[in-house]
Nanobody
Framework: QVQLVESGGGLVQPGGSLRLSCVASGIMFSRYAMGWYRQTPEKQRELVASLSRFGSTTYADPVKGRFTISRDNAKNTVYLQMNSLKPEDTAVYYC????????WGQGTQVTVSS
């Protein structure tokens, strides 16, 4: 059974940092492209960052230069390092398997507020 478990969300002041983690089980992790999405009540769920099985990355424009996606295949874990956080980054962040199949994690709340 495939399971994705996110952690690392919380409350942080503007300009602060958080690192989100997503631990995957039930898949051959190193063979999968992974991504992080976020969603607010006002916006559709959007792709924040993606990471291929080969290490290539993509980032949404609002987070470029501030967020970094990475993975540790030995730990079946994908990370999202978030620096210089802004209030606009407040959202529920979801881990997702992108390729060759699609699975969602449960999400972790990130709140950026002074």
């Amino acid at each position: 059974q495939v399971q994705l478990v996110e952690s690392g969300g919380g409350l942080v002041q503007p300009g602060g940092s958080l690192r989100l983690s997503c631990v995957a089980s039930g898949i051959m992790f190193s063979r999968y492209a992974m991504g992080w999405y976020r969603q607010t009540p006002e916006k559709q769920r959007e792709l924040v960052a993606s990471l291929s099985r080969f290490g290539s990355t993509t980032y949404a424009d609002p987070v470029k230069g501030r967020f970094t996606i990475s993975r540790d295949n030995a730990k079946n874990t994908v990370y999202l390092q978030m620096n210089s956080l802004k209030p606009e980054d407040t959202a529920v962040y979801y881990c997702k398997v992108l390729l060759p199949a699609e699975y969602w994690g449960q999400g972790t709340q990130v709140t950026v507020s002074s």
